[in-house]
């Protein structure tokens, strides 16, 4: 079994609660999918993704930033908490971010017509 690690450069402009929420939204998951056909995260797709700087400046950053921390808090008072809405939060800010419109929404989270 391999394991990696991914380790941020100590850059105070990272906010690395901003930086996990992207990471673990739909939008990141369907692009790492459909650029490297990957379902687990891989040292090569990470360094593939389109990380947008603007997402760690102003209000964005703050909102990426409490809604992450409200998950982690939810799961570590209880690892069963269902935390879908503010996962939901997540992939709408991060399809903001990104300017994707809903037709493009849709094909990431597979509604599509």
Known sequence: MNVFSLLPRTDPKID?????????????????KLDYGLHTWVITGVLGLPIKVAAFNGNKAVALRGLSQ???AAKQAN??????ALERE???????????????IAIVEGTEK
């Open 16 to 32: 690395l609660f901003v930086l996990l929420a992207i990471l673990n939204s739909r939008f990141m998951n369907w692009f790492l």
């Open 70 to 72: 409200s998950v982690i």
């Open 79 to 84: 690892p069963a908490a269902d935390t879908s």
């Open 90 to 104: 997540i992939d709408q800010q991060v399809y903001a971010l990104y300017g994707l419109t809903p037709e493009e």
